[in-house]
């Protein structure tokens, strides 16, 4: 089994910045893409933003600026550290991995258990 814990979220003032990690442990033969989500109340869950084992980052539209993803893929760890934070990004955090366990297999998807980030005054 996989398993990704998260850490670094809180409560943080409007304007100011947050930075999240996320660590996968496990069997884990290989990794194809590591990802943040995020789910607000009432929400779908949503994806902030993704960085392939090639180094590839990728946000869809709505979150380019203001997220910033960086990790070390290939030690299945990543990074999203948020700017300029404003009460809408007040959700659950989810990091999100597809593995491959062995050599064999097919890419699983793996969920965190997720970090709350708070932006309130």
């Known amino acids: 089994q996989v398993q990704l814990v998260e850490s670094g979220g809180g409560l943080v003032q409007p304007g100011g910045s947050l930075r999240l990690s996320c660590s996968a442990s496990?069997?884990?033969?290989?990794?194809?893409?590591m990802a943040w989500y995020r789910q607000a109340q009432g929400k779908q869950r949503e994806l902030v933003a993704s960085l392939t084992s090639r180094g590839i980052a990728d946000y869809p539209e709505s979150m380019k600026g203001r997220f910033t993803i960086a990790g070390d893929i290939n030690n299945h760890m990543v990074w999203l550290s948020m700017d300029k934070l404003i009460p809408e990004d007040t959700a659950v955090y989810y990091c999100?991995?597809?593995?491959?366990?062995?050599?064999?297999?097919?890419?699983?998807?793996?969920w965190g258990q997720g970090t709350q980030v708070t932006v309130s005054s």
């Open positions: 496990g069997r884990i033969w290989s990794v194809f893409r």
């Open positions: 999100n991995g597809e593995f491959r366990q062995h050599e064999m297999d097919a890419l699983n998807n793996y």
